[in-house]
């Protein structure tokens, strides 16, 4: 309704554009502005909370239907800064313990975008062991090593093979943030683990005692479970 309201598209030397307040309004030009905001944002609480409202209002591709090349520009780079606003929430997650939710946004984030960095593709495998456990993440694995061959030619790094053999043997090198506090001799309140519960923290900690993974206190001081129930 507001397209065909007299005004709403301007012409200037044969080039179109729309209303500067139209334009203002829509959801693409919103995703923007939020975007910006989150970029310069130094508050990670707040940085999430903008990643979010701009991924909330990205629901598809642009213009899916139409296939002129200047839309397909357009597309491409909202489905890159779409992937990065997801990589940099997946981040934002993980600072803050809640590892259900990084994996989800970096799941969404390589499937947007693919060819983003393996070092990403390593991230998942990770996140997918911590969350869902080995066979998820080896599973993996296999899919983004039959992509490589089929659609690039190529075959993963060889830190990629070898640290899926290393959650196949149940060793995972990523210590959760909200672990690492635990192992460090914090005590936490049963709500601040984030999707651990105290059984998985108990067996999370033991995997990282028989790795010996250091920590900035002695894992002689670690009495488990650390956690606060009431």
Known sequence: ?????????LEDRSHYRLEP?????????????????AEHSVDPDDKRC??????????????PD????????IRAQYRTA????????SRLHHERGDCAASMNALERALALDPLTGE????QLMLCLSTVRGKYAAVEYY???VNFLRADLGDTPMLETTALAGRIKDNIVPCICPTVQRLLNGESLHLNELGCYNALRFETHVETER???IASTAPLTTITAPLVTRA
Do not use: C, K, M
């Open 82 to 89: 779409s992937a990065h606003a997801l990589l940099e929430l």
């Open 50 to 63: 903008l990643y979010q409202s701009a991924l909330e209002l990205n629901q598809g591709d642009y213009l």
């Open 66 to 73: 139409e296939t002129a090349d200047w839309v397909s520009e």
């Open 119 to 122: 070092d990403h593709h390593q």
């Open 210 to 212: 028989s790795l010996s």
């Open 1 to 9: 309704a507001a397209l065909q309201r007299r005004g709403a598209v």
């Open 142 to 144: 296999r899919r983004y």
């Open 21 to 37: 307040e139209i334009l203002a309004a829509s959801d693409v030009q919103r995703f923007t502005e939020l975007l910006a905001q």
